[in-house]
């Protein structure tokens, strides 16, 4: 009989995660190797994720970032606004035909 090897789950780390790792990585108190044992995650993970935030630290202090553009903001609220209100007027209008036909 052969043994069957149980490939494991891919494991999924969110942002905040991933940046106390990485901000523990740069601040260079603990090794690389004594953060992934603590967080039970793989050294090149860790060093990837260093990498990640150093390359990017400096879009931080770009005029207009604050970690989404409010440009993006404003006009995501108002396409749900607009779509709101279509669907509103698609509800008024269903409304209204189910009371003439008596639904």
Known sequence: MKAT????????????????????????IK??????????????????????????????FEPGSSGGSNDDFERERDRLHSKIGELTIQLDFVIKKSKQLGL
């Open 31 to 60: 090794t690389i190797q004594q953060i992934a044992l603590e967080y039970d995650i793989h050294p090149a993970q860790v060093t990837a994720w260093k990498k990640t935030v150093s390359e990017r630290l400096s879009d931080v």
């Open 5 to 28: 090897k149980m490939k494991a789950k891919r494991r999924r780390h969110d942002a905040k995660f991933k940046s106390l790792v990485a901000l523990e990585a740069l601040k260079g």
